[in-house]
């Protein structure tokens, strides 16, 4: 039997909902198999910050740093809370889970599934992924204020970019569409403007491009790039992007795959030096949150990412597969998150047994 360290950060609002269903689909589709989750719960998030005054407490970081991978829920107050002005929890938590776990694949599949409404009308054959990079960009925290308050404030948030940064995550999403069907490579920059960061990445994918002459690589700015997407979004199969862009296609990605609600990701360490960490793309939802209306899918298709990153590749595909079924017959009928579950693991299929000899 393997034993699997799993650490739990439902979060806030309807993050411990999804995951509740996240947490219930794996352990039905690892009932029969020979893996045990140890699970360690971590009450991190602006419910805990409001009682206790801690974002993500060194003792806690370093005990999550322990386990093979996390699932996260999605943290955030309800925006504007003046109680949260002073943490910011998207920083001082997600983002310094991401950077210090040096997450820099963030992985954000889209596929419209059987069944589904996609915001657009004809979608076509959607089946994409992004691969956002997760460390560096705007994201990095490299900026700052001057004459804060007055007329002449100035405000810098720098983009930062490394040649060993952007060539990693440009060598994953060159793996990652070499072991796909299509072997089509999308980057996506805004180098006509951004020029510096532009021409990194420029270089960069040039150089590794030639390592996979069997990918067609081609390059789109990020404008151009939202309109491909609601136009013909068949036309992309792996997209690699910085930090921000990455994270603005991935909410419209969202949308046009069916719904925020739909949307899984993970934020990977290939390395294996720190645990990946997988969550649903969307927030803490508060006009929503307690009332067991919130979608637990994309939770679920980011444990079955999970999955595949731990190696269990066959439970991975039998929990697409069920919500692969569930979305087929889910109609219009409005279900609660845990209805949703309970028909997730009802159509599981069964584990494939070996043969016996
Ligand atoms: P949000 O994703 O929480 O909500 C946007 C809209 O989508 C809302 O109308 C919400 O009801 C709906 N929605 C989201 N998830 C859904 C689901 N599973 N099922 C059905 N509907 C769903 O984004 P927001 O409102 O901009 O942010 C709310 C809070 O969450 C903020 O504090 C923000 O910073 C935080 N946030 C956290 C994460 C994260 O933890 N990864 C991601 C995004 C936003
Ligand atoms: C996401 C979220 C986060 C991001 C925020 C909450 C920090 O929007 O996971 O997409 O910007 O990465
Ligand atoms: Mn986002």
Redesign the pocket.
Known sequence: TRTIKLAVIP?D??GPE?IEQANRVLDAVLAESDVTLERTEFKLGAERFLATGDTLPAVEQAAIAEHDAILFG????V?GDPRLKAANI?RGL?LKLRFDFDHYANVRPCTLFPGVTSTLANPGNVDFLVVREGTEGPYAGNGGSLRTGTPHEVATEVSVNTAYGVERVVRYAFETAQARPRKKLTWVHKTNVLVHAGSIWQRVVAAVAAEYPEIAVDYMHVDAATIFMVQDPSRFDVIVTDNLFGDILTDLAGAIGGG??LAASGNINPDGTFPSMF??V???????AGQQ????T?AILSAAIMLDHLGLTTEASRVRDAVRADLAERGAAARSTAQIGDSVIAQLPAPAHAAIA
């Open positions: 979060g609002g309807i999804v999605a943290v955030g107050g925006p998207e997600l925020i609600g969550e649903p969307h927030g803490s939802a508060p006009d929503i209306k919130a979608d637990p994309a």
